[in-house]
């Protein structure tokens, strides 16, 4: 692969996660304290993470909806 074209081509067939990948070794940046504090509060124990916990439930017993869909005038 030797050409722009040629690479442009190759990341078109990529998937969704190697894309996501190859954007971090393209432009690695480190966490701010918002990414930092969201780590901590998805961590057993965190804010998040009883209701992560939560929702897996109910996804697992099928009691999920989607949210109503609303449309402005």
């Known amino acids: ?3 722009v074209a ?3 081509t190759a990341i078109q067939e990529l998937s969704l996660q190697e894309r996501c990948e190859l954007e ?3 432009h690695p940046f480190e966490d701010d304290e918002w990414d930092k504090q ?3 509060d998805a961590e ?3 804010k998040l993470y009883k209701l ?3 929702s897996e439930k109910e996804a697992k017993a099928g009691k999920l ?3 109503p869909v609303c ?3």
């Open 44 to 46: 057993p124990g965190g």
């Open 52 to 54: 992560m916990e939560a």
């Open 6 to 8: 040629e690479i442009y």
């Open 38 to 40: 969201m780590k901590r």
């Open 1 to 3: 692969m030797s050409t």
């Open 71 to 73: 449309y402005k005038k």
């Open 65 to 67: 909806v989607d949210l």
């Open 24 to 26: 971090a070794l393209l």
